[in-house]
């Protein structure tokens, strides 16, 4: 047995206090008077011997009592299996308040029951000692030290949130509060579901820090969710039925039957069907959005499952644009076969341009580009269309009848693209056209033998270096390419090896194939901007520049209220950055002043927690090592005690008060009852 305070044991010295009572004062002798000595013969004889008995066992019992009482106050307990730390202490509380903690313990959420904990692990410390409540959110509040009042209050505040933290991430946290304190021992308690996505402990091997792990974990492990979703095709299209794909994941170990997938679009919400999802796997359906109207366009894809539900929605976002904007770089007059296509149909909004009247900041609003026939391409010119085509544009080419093959080259070879041999002379004929691949695919029920493919009477043909990574579309019969396809960042390169001269090349008389490649080609690409973004997640949203206006402060506004991203704006671009600014998933519109909405986004909530795949006591002790403490929560009665004990061993100053008031009860009975 050991004692917290053992300086308070002098006041043993104090018993001589109930021995120098005893003899002074039950040695004193009674004068007792009689008025008749009759009396005396009543008089009961009393041994000296029962007398002297009493008297002993009422020096004992106060002997009892004050030594007990001595022994509370130096508080004794029997150590446990490490070293009792004594002196002042630091608690840092860790409550892991992410969506994984909604699931259900018995008839509570899990937050209920690790906010219980946390209140346990405080009550079980002194008043005196100090305490940091942590939890995912990092706040700024939670980064110092308080007393035992304020961290019960710092409990019972917490609530559910979207973020989510590794928990080396976190216990670096907690230190990092505790070392601002000059404590003599510091501990950390992590109060958690422990799901195997998020505990990335190393072995715990910090003398100086004691480290508690006290893991809670919900009754059912059942949990379905919404994924992802993606459109078939590149871009989403006017007045066209807009195939959506969705992908739904079972986290459990049981088939899940009777999930009923939504979709909201347009203030309506409509059902699109009861889905069964097999066990531990996923399953892909598919809604069609038809766009009806141009502009934003929100969508919120819904599941019925319970009781975890905040992967149960997917919010998504996309533009749609009345017409395809198409810019026409030319030297001079243009062809009037590819002004007629572009101008014909409705889908296109074209701009047709020479090279010295170009204004290379307006490039990125264009969904598509093309040059036709420049002679020679410039500098500055290639530096633009190579960065246009690397944020999601999409560039075709036809080369000049007489062009400059080093200026091409000097542009082609950065992308990286096969570079273009001198021009030869020579009637050639497309032989093969790649249906697999997006340009064509789908264009073409049958290829009938009526078809009519593209015939030339000279072309520029291409180098074949391996690693240029060429996609063929169109194919001479001699094997040699006439149409190539290059990727390149988000966006593609598209080169034609003729010029597009009808003289030298029919390609813009077959109507057949030339207007719906434009088309396919002005939407293969699209926008970078994803549909979707992900709370939580370390991401910076691009979007286009308003050089033209005179506010300097991009704005966001959504579901968590407005705010004022961090913004970096690099040339024709803007990087904004969220941060932990976005609490809510929804969506949120971009503006430099109320009336001037710039762009649109969506953001979902971090699909991490979505697994219920949790770490057991025993692989944790394995995982971490045998220097960390781990608590079981099966008895939530005794998990005071069971802290108090091992971070002070078995306290024993509760039974010393006890003792010291049965010693006392002891002797007033004695005192009142035995008659002497």
């Given at each position: 047995?050991?004692?917290?305070?053992?300086?308070?044991?002098?006041?043993?010295?104090?018993?001589?206090?109930?021995?120098?009572?005893?003899?002074?004062?039950?040695?004193?002798?009674?004068?007792?008077?009689?008025?008749?000595?009759?009396?005396?013969?009543?008089?009961?004889?009393?041994?000296?011997?029962?007398?002297?008995?009493?008297?002993?066992?009422?020096?004992?019992?106060?002997?009892?009592?004050?030594?007990?009482?001595?022994?509370?106050?130096?508080?004794?307990?029997?150590?446990?299996?490490?070293?009792?730390?004594?002196?002042?202490?630091?608690?840092?509380?860790?409550?892991?308040?992410?969506?994984?903690?909604?699931?259900?313990?018995?008839?509570?959420p899990l937050l209920e029951k690790a906010k219980q904990r946390a209140r346990d692990v405080v009550q079980a410390y002194s008043p005196e000692n100090r305490f940091q409540v942590l939890t995912n959110n990092f706040e700024g509040r939670h980064q110092r030290l308080v007393g035992q009042d304020e961290a019960l209050a710092l409990i019972d505040e917490i609530t559910i949130g979207p973020a989510v933290r590794q928990l080396s991430t976190v216990t670096a946290r907690q230190q990092q509060a505790l070392a601002t304190g000059d404590a003599d021992y510091q501990s950390l308690y992590l109060i958690s579901d422990f799901q195997r996505n998020i505990t990335d402990l190393p072995i715990w091997e910090d003398t100086t820090v004691d480290l508690t792990l006290v893991p809670l974990q919900a009754v059912q492990e059942r949990n379905v969710g919404l994924d992802s979703a993606w459109f078939e095709a590149p871009v989403p299209l006017l007045n066209q039925n807009n195939r959506l794909h969705v992908r739904i994941r079972n986290y459990s170990n049981e088939d899940i039957d009777n999930v009923r997938l939504s979709v909201r679009y347009n203030g309506q919400e409509k059902p699109e069907g009861v889905l069964t999802v097999p066990a531990l796997g996923t399953l892909i359906d598919s809604v069609i959005i038809n766009v009806t109207q141009p502009g934003w366009q929100d969508v919120t894809l819904g599941i019925t499952d319970y009781p975890i539900q905040f992967d149960d929605q997917y919010n998504l976002t996309f533009r749609v644009a009345e017409k395809i904007a198409v810019l026409v770089i030319a030297p001079g007059a243009n062809n009037r076969f590819l002004k007629a296509a572009l101008q014909g149909l409705g889908v296109f909004a074209p701009e047709f341009v020479s090279?010295?009247?170009?204004?290379?900041?307006?490039?990125?609003?264009?969904?598509?580009?093309?040059?036709?026939?420049?002679?020679s391409i410039s500098s500055g010119l290639a530096n633009e269309l190579q960065q246009y085509v690397q944020q999601g544009g999409n560039l075709l080419v036809f080369p000049g009848r007489s062009s400059d093959l080093g200026s091409y080259r000097g542009f082609l070879t950065p992308f990286p693209a096969n570079e273009l041999r001198p021009f030869e002379e020579k009637e050639r004929t497309v032989g093969t056209i790649n249906t697999e691949e997006f340009v064509f695919q789908d264009v073409f029920e049958n290829r009938s033998a009526s078809l009519r493919l593209p015939t030339t009477q000279g072309n520029f043909p291409l180098t074949s270096f391996a690693g240029r990574q060429e996609?063929?579309?169109?194919?001479?019969?001699?094997?040699?390419?006439?149409?190539?396809?290059?990727?390149?960042?988000?966006?593609?390169?598209?080169?034609?090896?003729?010029?597009?001269?009808?003289?030298?090349n029919n390609l813009v008389q077959n109507a057949e194939i030339f207007v719906p490649m434009l088309y396919k080609m002005a939407i293969s690409a699209g926008a970078a901007k994803p549909l979707a973004y992900t709370i939580?997640?370390?991401?910076?949203?691009?979007?286009?520049?308003?050089?033209?206006?005179?506010?300097?402060?991009?704005?966001?506004?959504?579901?968590?209220?407005?705010?004022?991203?961090?913004?970096?704006?690099?040339?024709?671009?803007?990087?904004?950055?969220?941060?932990?600014?976005?609490?809510?998933?929804?969506?949120?519109?971009?503006?430099?002043?109320?009336?001037?909405?710039?762009?649109?986004?969506?953001?979902?909530?971090?699909?991490?927690?979505?697994?219920?795949?949790?770490?057991?006591?025993?692989?944790?002790?394995?995982?971490?090592?045998d220097r960390i403490d781990i608590i079981d929560t099966a008895n939530d009665n005794a998990i005071t005690t069971e802290i108090a004990e091992r971070s002070q061993g078995v306290v024993l100053w509760r039974w010393c008060i006890m003792l010291v008031l049965l010693w006392l009860a002891c002797e007033g009975l004695i005192l009142r009852f035995w008659k002497v």
């Open positions: 047995m050991q004692f917290v305070y053992p300086t308070f044991l002098w006041a043993l010295l104090a018993l001589a206090i109930p021995i120098i009572i005893h003899l002074f004062y039950f040695r004193r002798f009674k004068r007792v008077l009689f008025t008749n000595v009759k009396f005396l013969r009543e008089v009961k004889e009393e041994t000296s011997m029962r007398s002297r008995l009493r008297n002993l066992l009422v020096l004992a019992l106060r002997l009892l009592a004050l030594a007990f009482l001595v022994f509370a106050f130096a508080q004794p307990f029997i150590p446990q299996n490490k070293a009792i730390k004594t002196g002042s202490k630091a608690i840092s509380v860790f409550v892991d308040n992410s969506f994984s903690m909604s699931a259900l313990s018995q008839d509570i090279s010295q009247e170009l204004n290379y900041s307006s490039l990125p609003t264009y969904q598509m580009i093309i040059l036709e026939g420049l002679p996609e063929n579309l169109l194919t001479y019969r001699d094997g040699s390419t006439y149409l190539a396809k290059y990727q390149s960042g988000q966006g593609h390169l598209y080169l034609c090896s003729a010029p597009i001269d009808e003289q030298v939580g997640k370390d991401e910076v949203i691009e979007t286009t520049h308003q050089q033209n206006s005179g506010e300097i402060a991009y704005k966001m506004q959504g579901s968590a209220g407005e705010f004022i991203p961090e913004q970096r704006i690099v040339g024709s671009r803007v990087f904004l950055g969220i941060d932990n600014q976005v609490t809510e998933a929804g969506f949120y519109e971009l503006f430099l002043n109320p009336e001037q909405r710039l762009d649109h986004f969506a953001f979902n909530y971090n699909r991490r927690e979505s697994a219920l795949d949790y770490y057991s006591p025993a692989d944790l002790k394995e995982r971490i090592g």
